[in-house]
Nanobody
Framework: QVQLVESGGGSVQAGGSLRLSCAAS??????MGWFRQAPGKEREGVAV???????RYADSVKGRFTASKDNAKNTLYLQMNSLKPEDTAMYYC???????????????????WGQGTQVTVSS
């Protein structure tokens, strides 16, 4: 059974930091990404990593969030610094076995999803 398991979410004050992890099992995924969904809003892409490790970010998180992948541990990370209340959302890890360049921003391009981890930022 393919699994993506997120962890690391929690509650922090504005300006704080959190590090999310996404442990992947069974396969080494080629393209992965972090998405988030706030209450009443559509899910949106936050950061994506392509097949050669290139990362790209949504404008709203550039300079504050850093995505990385440890291939040996088959784990995707999202370091979130300078958190803002508007970062409050459920964060999801997504993965696909297909090769990609530049990262994948559309939800339908990912075959596998984690269950999500909640991030709450208070002002």
């Amino acid at each position: 059974q393919v699994q993506l398991v997120e962890s690391g979410g929690g509650s922090v004050q504005a300006g704080g930091s959190l590090r999310l992890s996404c442990a992947a099992s069974r396969y080494t995924y080629s393209c992965m990404g972090w998405f988030r969904q706030a209450p009443g809003k559509e899910r949106e892409g936050v950061a994506v990593i392509d097949s050669i490790g290139t990362t790209r970010y949504a404008d709203s998180v550039k300079g504050r969030f850093t995505a990385s992948k440890d291939n040996a541990k088959n784990t995707l990370y999202l370091q979130m610094n300078s958190l803002k209340p508007e970062d409050t959302a459920m964060y999801y890890c997504a993965a696909t076995l297909r090769v990609c360049r530049g990262g994948l921003w559309r939800e339908y391009e990912y075959s596998y999803w984690g269950q999500g981890t909640q991030v709450t930022v208070s002002s």
